[in-house]
């Protein structure tokens, strides 16, 4: 516990135990002004210190009960000028004057024999609970917290039986600074529970402060376990950066081998580039991760403030949605291949740029345009969870689930076909059997051949969407949690509960329930950081290794000048 904490829990009992050693008259409950006899009270003047620079009225205070008496309990309850340092600036001023007003009831003369005592204003214990009420809470003591439709607490033990209820504005007691020696100039010894840190000077209000502390940025990194969600990220971003290796090793290959830029190798070319691209982006991070998600130690990255964030942004989207693209190009050829037998794509591939790229830039250039693109979850920015569904996610379904359809066809014909292939014998001569028969036999023989050659674009389309599934169904059903509006009362109890001495772990324990769960969080990541490394097992086979031994040994052939002197030789037979 910080020193904050001791002092303020001493504060919070005040709230409460005003004036409870003093003795008053009168037994029905009441709504002052109320009028006493001379002869049931005193009228004194205000000689104290605590309230010197707000009180100065005629006090009224029970017989044998004296203001050195009033003030020397509020003293040993633990209000003093050293505890009124530590309570932050926009709580001080709002308790001494609720402290105040409570303590020491004005006394207004009416005539001989009688007055009108003015207790503590509703309005003034309504502006307390406002500005100290999450501080109270911070301390451990939210059932200290006053109730202003109720009788004030302090008068519950001086006025029996219900006490004395606070008092509308235009008949209470309403006390207020004196002098400029008042003004709410920060608290020097205020200290935040780590791992909070205080409200930045001129720093305008956020849904991640209370009680003028904020969770510092990355919030979300101090709401889990100590230490867990940058090791789990961090595990995420090797992942991606292998990925990133894996794609770029399986992007040269189908750029610089002969016979691979042509269709439908082109398809996977085009899809590994995207890929690559994806990948990519984890240098942002791996530079520097605080740098992409935070411009301070307040304020989260967003492509207003940090440039950064903005072309790190850009590059995700427009990667994520070019390679749902071209993975839907993909499935789509299988299935013209496979089922129809036709390479109609091979032709129209000017079709498919327009398409895959044109469609990823536009989505980009929304994003972009609309000032969506910020840091909000992991270690990468990308659109903001207000607006990614109707700018990304939704336009991304439109490719993916039409091309999960059409792969679901695709292996329903193929399960058909395969399944007629075992019934039938073909053992028969090609000759006996009827022209109809014959074809049959032969699509057959053509989906089977398919399958042979496009199994790992198969394959491949299926692990991508998958992927890109999981976790959009993630990102849309379960990061809202961190939405910092919604967050906001459940770090409140977090912070609560750290002021309660309990530890970060134990704390971030009772967060659980409000946030992702950790699990799935970092699962969600790690899948779609692994889609490099996928499409390199799925595609990478020895045939790459043979074909890239070969173009080695052409290259230092011909570096090695006897082409050169194999034309001269070959030049003695021509004719």
């Known amino acids: 516990m910080t020193r904050f904490f001791t002092k303020v829990s001493a504060l919070a009992t005040l709230a409460i135990g005003l004036l409870s050693t003093a003795e008053a008259v009168g037994s029905e409950p009441s709504m002052a002004p109320r009028l006493f006899p001379y002869t049931d009270y005193s009228t004194v003047n205000y000689t104290g210190s605590l309230c010197s620079n707000y009180i100065n009225y005629e006090v009224w205070v029970p017989p044998n009960v004296t203001i050195a008496m009033i003030e020397g309990g509020l003293v040993q309850a633990g209000l003093s000028a050293d505890v009124i340092s530590q309570i932050p600036p926009s709580c001080s001023v709002p308790f001494i004057e609720y ?4 303590s020491f009831p004005r006394v207004v003369a009416k005539g001989p024999g009688e007055a009108d005592v003015l207790f503590a204003c509703k309005s003034i214990c309504q502006t307390m609970v406002t500005n100290c009420g999450s501080i109270l809470q911070l301390a451990g003591k939210s059932g200290l917290i006053p109730n202003c439709d109720g009788a004030i607490q302090s008068t519950l033990q001086t006025v029996h039986p219900n006490g004395i209820l606070f008092q509308p504005d235009n008949r209470c007691n309403v006390v207020q600074p ?25 720093m305008a209000p956020s849904s991640s402060c209370n009680a003028d502390c904020c969770v510092p940025c990355p ?35 189908y750029f610089c081998l002969p016979d691979k830029r042509s269709h439908p190798s082109a ?6 580039i995207c890929v690559f691209l994806f990948s990519v982006v984890v240098i942002f991070p791996l530079i520097d991760t605080n740098a992409m998600q935070c411009v301070d130690e307040y304020t989260p990255s967003t492509q207003q403030n940090n440039l950064k964030c903005a072309i790190q942004g850009a590059i995700l989207i427009f990667a994520s949605v070019s390679t749902c693209a071209w993975c839907s190009a993909l499935i789509v050829n299988l299935h013209l291949h496979t089922v129809w037998n036709s390479a109609w794509l091979a032709k129209k591939y000017w079709l498919l740029h327009t398409i895959c790229w044109g469609f990823a830039t536009t989505i980009t250039a929304v994003a972009l345009g609309t000032g969506q693109v910020r840091w909000e979850f992991a270690t990468l920015c990308l659109i903001s969870q207000e607006k990614s569904s109707t700018i990304f996610f939704y336009p991304m379904a439109a ?13 329903f014909h193929i399960a058909r076909i395969s399944a007629q292939a075992s019934a039938d014998s073909e053992t028969m001569s090609r000759s006996t059997l009827s022209a109809s028969a014959a074809a049959v036999i032969s699509h ?6 398919a399958i042979r050659i496009q199994w790992r674009a198969a394959l491949m389309a299926i692990c991508a969407m998958l992927c890109v599934t999981f976790y959009w169904l993630f990102y849309f059903l379960q990061l809202s949690k961190i939405k910092p509006t919604d967050l906001a009362p459940h770090v409140l109890s977090f912070a609560t509960c750290l002021g309660q001495g309990k530890g970060h772990d134990a704390c971030a324990d009772e967060l659980t329930p409000y946030l992702p769960p950790y699990g799935l969080m ?3 990541e790690f899948l779609v950081s692994a889609i490099g490394t996928m499409i390199f097992i799925v595609f990478f086979k020895m045939a790459l290794v043979r074909e890239w031994s070969d173009w080695f040994s052409s290259i230092g052939y011909l570096c090695s000048g006897k082409r050169r002197q194999k034309q001269e030789q070959d030049q003695f037979f021509v004719i």
């Open 99 to 102: 402290v105040c007003s409570a």
């Open 178 to 202: 004196l002098g400029a020696s008042n003004s709410t100039s920060p608290a020097t010894g205020f200290q935040c529970p780590p791992p909070f840190i205080p409200v930045k000077p001129g």
């Open 219 to 253: 919030a979300q990194y101090h709401l889990y376990r100590e230490g867990a969600l940058d090791k789990g990220f961090r595990m995420t971003n090797i992942m991606r950066a292998v990925s990133m290796v894996f794609s770029f090793i399986l992007m040269v290959s």
């Open 267 to 272: 398809l996977i070319l085009f899809f590994s």
């Open 399 to 411: 490719m993916i689930f039409p091309a999960f359809l059409v792969h679901i066809a695709t292996f």
């Open 444 to 449: 057959r023989r053509h989906v089977m051949m």
């Open 522 to 524: 970092i699962a969600a």
